[in-house]
């Protein structure tokens, strides 16, 4: 399976459709638009004067966040040719126990969050993963780095890049890799953060920081 055949996998996984399934068309969507007085937006100001942002993870329970599932069929069912009761060695339950795990929400603990801390930035990581998701979030002159060893990706993304022969940066770039959610916070506020998001039934760690950018680095500059 070559790279631009996954990143066709993957793009179908946003049609609205899957194209296997052709007596299935299945779209929903919500929106929510509520204006609230916070700080939200204040990541230019902070990142032009040399101010580091620290990124706390809000984690989801190692579900893939509805996202990649495209790719995710043709590795597992097509070229592994695995069925939905199947056992793998990463996994603790059975494929597709793994493959319904229900989507994590995180609108109560945004919204816990926004009152109590200086919140700076919220990305929530689905489909492109890290890679290009967190980037919509930024203004001209910042990217981040991220660190690739303050967290383990849950056993589903194993079994992925062990079975589909996935390259790492691919896997990045396609799945969440286990970080459902990016909040851009002071460093002062970090510990506090975590704390309030271990309150809230959530495991978080400072995964990143924001650093100045000329334009010419990648988005997303990932180490360990």
Same mark, same amino acid.
């Given at each position: 399976?070559t790279?631009?055949?996954?990143?066709?996998?993957?793009?179908?996984?946003?049609?609205?459709?899957?194209?296997?399934?052709?007596?299935?068309?299945?779209?929903?969507? @919500?929106?929510?638009?509520?204006?609230y007085?916070?700080?939200?937006?204040?990541?230019?100001?902070?990142?032009?004067?040399?101010?580091?942002?620290?990124?706390?993870?809000?984690?989801?329970r190692?579900?893939?966040?509805?996202?990649?599932?495209?790719?995710v069929?043709?590795v597992?069912?097509?070229?592994?040719?695995?069925?939905?009761?199947?056992t793998?060695?990463?996994?603790?339950?059975?494929?597709?126990?793994?493959?319904?795990?229900?989507?994590?929400?995180?609108?109560?603990q945004?919204?816990?969050?926004i009152?109590?801390?200086p919140?700076?930035?919220?990305?929530?990581?689905?489909?492109?993963?890290?890679?290009?998701?967190?980037?919509?979030?930024?203004?001209?002159?910042?990217?981040?780095?991220?660190?690739?060893?303050?967290?383990?990706?849950?056993?589903i993304?194993?079994?992925?890049r062990?079975?589909?022969?996935?390259?790492?940066?691919?896997?990045?770039?396609?799945?969440?890799?286990?970080?459902?959610?990016?909040?851009?916070?002071p460093?002062?506020?970090?510990?506090?953060?975590?704390?309030k998001a271990?309150?809230?039934?959530?495991?978080?760690?400072?995964?990143?920081?924001?650093?100045a950018? @000329?334009?010419?680095?990648?988005?997303?500059e990932?180490?360990?």
């Amino acid at each position: 399976m070559t790279i631009e055949t996954r990143r066709q996998a993957h793009r179908l996984g946003h049609a609205a459709e899957w194209r296997a399934l052709w007596r299935l068309r299945l779209a929903g969507y @919500s929106i929510l638009a509520r204006r609230y007085k916070t700080k939200l937006g204040e990541i230019d100001i902070v990142a032009r004067r040399g101010g580091v942002l620290a990124f706390v993870e809000v984690k989801a329970r190692g579900d893939l966040e509805t996202a990649g599932y495209s790719l995710v069929r043709r590795v597992f069912f097509d070229k592994a040719k695995l069925t939905v009761s199947a056992t793998l060695p990463e996994l603790d339950r059975s494929l597709g126990e793994v493959l319904l795990t229900p989507t994590r929400i995180y609108a109560k603990q945004i919204l816990a969050m926004i009152k109590e801390f200086p919140i700076k930035g919220i990305a929530h990581i689905t489909g492109g993963g890290i890679t290009e998701n967190l980037p919509r979030i930024f203004p001209q002159g910042v990217r981040a780095r991220i660190d690739r060893t303050a967290w383990t990706s849950p056993p589903i993304f194993q079994a992925l890049r062990r079975l589909g022969e996935i390259e790492r940066e691919e896997m990045y770039r396609v799945f969440n890799m286990g970080i459902g959610l990016i909040l851009v916070v002071p460093p002062q506020s970090a510990h506090a953060v975590l704390k309030k998001a271990g309150e809230l039934g959530d495991r978080g760690w400072q995964i990143g920081e924001i650093v100045a950018s @000329s334009g010419a680095e990648p988005e997303v500059e990932y180490v360990g």
